[in-house]
C-alpha cells in the first residue's frame, strides 16, 4: 500500500497562475479532504468528499476548486492563484460510517509558493 | 462554537520529562478526540484518540486525560525523548465527517 500520495511536493506560481495539486490513495477509502497548514493557524479544511461525485466545503473554500470522479483521486485546483495561498497542502482520506469518525491518514504535503 | 483550543503555542522540556499539552473545545457533540503527531516534512499521523465514555487512555509512553464536565483533555508524555520532538496537534469531531484541530503545539525535547 502506498498510502496517500500527493504531487508534486514543491511548486513555485506566479500570481494568476493556476494548477492542480493532485491526491491519490489506494486504500478505498470513501472520505478524503484537503488541508492547508499555515504558521500557527494549525490544519484548516478546504474541502472534502464522502464519495465519489460528492464533495463538500469546508473551513476556507474560497479560491480553491475540486471534484470526485473517482474514489482513489481527489484533486484540487486553484484557479488563479494569490500570494495567500502560499501554504503547505496535506490530502487526507479515511475509512467512513455515518456518525463514526476514523483515522485520517494525511499525505506528505505539497509546498506551495505565489509570487 | 466549532473551535478547539490548544495551548501552549510551544513546548521545551528536558529529556525524561512530561509534557502536556492542553486542548479545551466548547461543542458538547464532539464525541472523538484524537492527536495528531507531526515530524517536521511530514504529513500528520494519528498518535492516539479517546471517546468521552472513558478519562484517561494510555498507549506506551502516550497519556490522553478527558474531562467531559470542563470540555477539556490534554496529552502527557511520559518519561519524554528527543525523538518525541515533533508539533501535535489536538482535534475533536461529532462524526458528522468535519474534524476540527487546534492550532498545534511545537514540542523540543531537550538532550
Known amino acids: 500500500n502506498a498510502g496517500v500520495t500527493q504531487t508534486p511536493k514543491f511548486q513555485v506560481l506566479k500570481t494568476g497562475q493556476s494548477m492542480t495539486l493532485q491526491c491519490a490513495q489506494d486504500m478505498n477509502h470513501e472520505y478524503m479532504s484537503w488541508y492547508r497548514q499555515d504558521p500557527g493557524m494549525g490544519l484548516r479544511l478546504i474541502h472534502y468528499?464522502?464519495?465519489?461525485?460528492?464533495?463538500d466545503q469546508g473551513e476556507v473554500p474560497n479560491g480553491y476548486n475540486v471534484s470526485r470522479s473517482t474514489t482513489e483521486d481527489f484533486p484540487l485546483r486553484l484557479l488563479s492563484a494569490a500570494p495567500s495561498q502560499t501554504s503547505v497542502y496535506f490530502c487526507a482520506s479515511s475509512a467512513r460510517s455515518t456518525g463514526i469518525t476514523y483515522e485520517q491518514y494525511f499525505g506528505p504535503g505539497t509546498r506551495l509558493t505565489v509570487t | 462554537q466549532q473551535q478547539v483550543k490548544q495551548s501552549p503555542q510551544s513546548l521545551i522540556v528536558q529529556k525524561g520529562g512530561i509534557p502536556i499539552i492542553n486542548c479545551a473545545y466548547e461543542n458538547t457533540a464532539f464525541d472523538y478526540f484524537p492527536w495528531y503527531q507531526q515530524f517536521p516534512g511530514k504529513g500528520p499521523a494519528l498518535l492516539i484518540a479517546?471517546?468521552?465514555?472513558?478519562s484517561e487512555k494510555k498507549e506506551g509512553r502516550f497519556t490522553i486525560s478527558f474531562n467531559k464536565s470542563a470540555k477539556q483533555f490534554s496529552l502527557h508524555i511520559m518519561d519524554s525523548q528527543p525523538g518525541d520532538s515533533a508539533t501535535y496537534f489536538c482535534a475533536a469531531s461529532n462524526g458528522d465527517d468535519k474534524i476540527i484541530f487546534g492550532k498545534g503545539t511545537r514540542l523540543h525535547i531537550l538532550p
Open positions: 479517546i471517546r468521552p465514555d472513558v
Open positions: 468528499s464522502v464519495g465519489a461525485g460528492i464533495t
